[in-house]
């Protein structure tokens, strides 16, 4: 069983001015290698991220939630072996934009980083392991909790509109992390918490120092 590295959760706060609720603009030298390498389009959906962000700093969290919600499943969706010609990779914000499709991790990761870049706190959202029933496959979905023992959102590419976990009987949840803990999930508040090192995500480790190289 792989562990769980204690440094993530160092990696994860030592980039947060990155995600500071104050800082929505997009570097100059981004904007153009993003245009040298993916185009206009990868550059102006950047740009609509940017300002959105910006047109709901001091919006609600239910107006915040539902549109970084909407914006991210407008992206289409594409296995990771079409898009990454990889089994299962997890890409970063900037990634999924950029090749303008991804899979079910991709929207979660998109959506988590954008809500924890207009503050929400850690330990309101989770990426959240599940069964989608219908399609007898594993699924991901982000899930807000207003408070920890609340009946979760769930925010989801399938279902486009953002439902509370009891309506959503087409899944079974299975596990939910974030920065900082892992727990069994559930459909009313959060579970058992897991000891560190039960769980195998070093892809989430990968994924944070992308996140930081890339500056976005």
Partial sequence: MIHLMPFIFILFFAMSPLYSKDIYTLDKE???????DYGEKAVNKLLALVALLNSLSEKTQEQQLKAINDFFNTITFEPDIKVWHKKDYWASRKEFIDKESGDCEDYVIAKYFS?????????????????AIKYKQSHMVLTYFATKDAVPLVLDNIVQHILPSSKRTDLRPLFSFNGEKIYMAKRRGLGKEIPQGKINLTKWTDLILKI?????
């Fill in 30 to 36: 981004i904007i153009a290698q993003t245009k040298i």
């Fill in 115 to 131: 809500l924890r870049q207009l503050g929400f706190n850690a330990d309101t959202l989770f990426l959240t392991y599940v069964k």
């Fill in 212 to 216: 930081k190289r890339e500056k976005i």
